[in-house]
């Protein structure tokens, strides 16, 4: 833009006399330049309108459901004990399965169904164990919840 104006100044003066351009040749200048950047600006405007759009998704929500969605630190269980942990999905919930990880080992996944579903797991030997809550579509993992269990006896 600057070299655009300042073109026809450097054009129409004497380099010795300095710019010597008139008022209404700045004037026609400044007119004409406006016009074209507006008219710029419309065919801008409307080709980004007249463009597709892809309508944004829905964000994926996944958390933990009923009474684990206040569990604030470790859980504590017996060795054994068989845990119902219900979790909660929102957005697009087609062909999504819950996964679960005791220490890493990976159990079957669950299908998700009316935006939620319910992971069994056994508590595991050994003083604390992480149950990591993975969301799966496929072989993908999309979002996890951890929860920490703790069977050590407290005194």
Do not use: M
């Not at 209404?24 to 406006?34: D, K, S």
């Not at 405007?45 to 604030?72: E, I, M, N």
């Amino acid at each position: 833009v600057l070299a655009v104006v300042l073109l026809p100044l450097h054009v129409i003066g004497e380099p010795a006399d300095g710019p010597a351009v008139s008022v209404p040749a700045l004037v026609r200048f400044g007119a004409l330049f406006g016009v074209a950047a507006l008219a710029t600006g419309a065919v801008l405007w409307s080709v980004v309108t007249a463009l597709p759009t892809q309508p944004a998704r829905p964000y994926l929500q996944f958390a933990l459901a009923g009474s684990y969605a206040k569990v604030t630190g470790t859980v504590p269980v017996a060795v054994g004990q068989v845990l119902r942990v219900p979790v909660s999905v929102s957005g697009d919930t087609g062909g999504l399965a819950v996964q679960s990880k005791i220490n890493g080992a990976a159990g079957s996944p669950v299908p998700v169904v009316a935006g939620g579903a319910e992971v069994r797991v056994t508590a595991p030997a050994g003083c604390l164990s992480q149950l990591s809550l993975v969301l799966v579509k496929g072989k993908t993992e999309l979002r996890s919840v951890d929860l920490y269990l703790s069977s050590c006896a407290h005194g």
